[in-house]
């Protein structure tokens, strides 16, 4: 056993004692990698094992890994001041300018933004907005969330009943009431006759009129849906939905913890389909995971209700570490490097190609459907092109192949279902090199070949 090998074991035998892990299951536990450093789009495991980093961790690495600019302005920041209280009479300067630069980079109607630690926190935060806009607004009963099956919003009481993926629920019931599901825009499975995103936005009118509009506050969505397998919504979906919304006075709320920050090609996705939302939930690639952070965008109209509000009718929201001088600093860095170094419209360009590359692989019987946006990608297995019968347990077996083969991979958050099969979810940073993205799509088809 070489030195690094023995680190890892010892390492192991402590973590199978005392850690818990997100999606804990000591079976899958068993050959657990320990990572020791990333550079650009590899990671590097204490085994000295070299692996692309074909979903940025978790979607989160936008800017690739080892970009000591970051772990510098994080000592600067953290030796001159570590932390404050950000609570109203109190604010600090990296949370000042980082909320206008990314209310500047948002969307047009956007006015302000809240800090968070992580995408759940933000979407909890998000339905607290709109139930305070509407109780602010004399409407108390709009408390409803209508999200989308597959959508995937985290795993927190509230974020995990608008999550509707069943395996992240099914221990953890009951689930917060006043949270209601509706057919996504899957146009490979939809089973309606026309196009599938005006009758999935349609979908979500007729739960606002069986509901009564005066009993929903706000619908979820995420632009392009992320861990539910990478789904792509037809380009009609977002402005019928946005109709859709106005006319019942629902709120709409842009989960864009994996699309915000480049990863769609655009700084946020909805600008794909000329679409505003009311508010934006954003994470992940703000810091593009150097340090956690979240927050929520909100337009000028929701800004102004709280700005007016009467002292008993305060926003009582609030989190120790909202507006952390450390982690915003790093996200004004994080997002400097997107923007001098075109990351959004390099997505744009290597996600063409990127998914080019995928799409060639639909000659392989297994793969059914090929999706994606910017670097964001997802490739579908099925038993059978022609009846597209979902394959159920092969993604798995990919997803092993890949890594014997030095590519990290995951597939739809737990697991494929009998109505929609596994799917494959490749999301590398925003600057893999051409030449990786290229090799990536190579090792994606022989771990399938391999598999299946
Ligand atoms: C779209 C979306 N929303 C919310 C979350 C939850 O974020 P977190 O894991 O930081 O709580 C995720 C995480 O993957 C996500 O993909």
Redesign the pocket.
């Known amino acids: 056993m070489n030195d690094h090998a023995a680190t890892s074991a010892t390492l192991l035998d402590a973590d199978r004692r005392h850690l818990i892990h997100p999606l804990h299951h000591p079976k899958e536990h068993a050959q657990a990698q320990v990572f020791v450093e990333g550079r650009g789009a590899m990671l590097r495991t204490a085994d000295g094992k070299e692996y692309i980093d074909g979903l940025s961790c978790?979607?989160n690495v936008n800017v690739g890994h080892g970009r000591k600019e970051l772990a510098d302005v994080a000592a600067d920041q953290m030796a001159r001041l570590a932390y404050a209280s950000a609570y109203t009479g109190f604010s600090n300067e990296p949370a000042i300018r980082l909320a206008e630069r990314i209310v500047g980079l948002s969307y047009a109607n956007m006015a302000a933004a809240y800090f968070t630690t992580?995408?759940?926190?933000?979407?909890e935060s998000a339905f607290k907005f709109a139930r305070y806009h509407w109780k602010r607004m004399g409407k108390p009963n709009k408390v409803k969330i209508i999200s989308r099956q597959y959508g995937?919003?985290?795993?927190t009481l509230a974020?995990m009943s608008a999550t509707a993926l069943p395996g992240y629920q099914k221990m953890f019931g009951p689930l917060v009431p006043e949270f209601l599901q509706v057919a996504p825009p899957y146009a490979y499975r939809w089973s309606g006759n026309g196009d599938a995103g005006i009758e999935a936005a349609d979908a979500v009118e007729a739960a606002i009129e069986a509901n009564g509009a005066d009993t929903i506050a706000a619908v979820i969505a995420?632009p392009v849906m992320?861990?539910g397998g990478v789904i792509v919504p037809p380009p009609t979906y977002f402005p019928r939905l946005r109709q859709i919304c106005d006319r019942h006075d629902v709120l709409l709320i842009a989960?864009e913890?994996?699309t915000g920050f480049g990863r769609t090609g655009r700084w946020f996705a909805l600008g794909h389909w000329g679409v505003e939302p009311d508010l934006v939930?954003f994470?992940?690639g703000v810091t593009s995971g150097y340090l956690p952070l979240?927050g929520v965008i909100v337009s000028k109209r929701l800004h102004q209700v709280i700005e007016d509000a009467p002292m008993d009718e305060r926003f009582m929201h609030a989190a120790t570490y909202s507006g952390h001088p450390v982690c915003c600093a790093v996200g004004l860095r994080n997002v400097d490097i997107l923007d001098k170094e075109g990351l959004p419209e390099r997505a744009a360009v290597m996600g063409r190609r990127l998914l080019s590359g995928l799409e060639s692989l639909r000659s392989l019987p297994a793969v059914g459907d090929v999706r994606g946006l910017g670097m964001m990608c997802g490739v579908e297995l099925v038993e059978d092109q022609a009846t597209r019968k979902p394959a159920i347990g092969p993604g798995g077996r990919v997803v092993a192949e890949a890594m014997k083969r030095g590519l990290i991979i995951r597939q739809r958050g737990g697991g494929g279902t009998p109505v929609s099969g596994d799917s494959l979810c490749i999301a590398p940073p925003l600057m893999t090199p051409e030449a990786t993205l290229d090799r990536l799509v190579n090792i994606v088809g022989e771990s399938i070949q391999a598999a299946t």
């Open positions: 978790l979607w992580g995408g759940a926190e933000s979407n995937y919003h985290g795993v974020a995420e992320g861990a989960d913890v994996i939930s994470a992940k979240g």
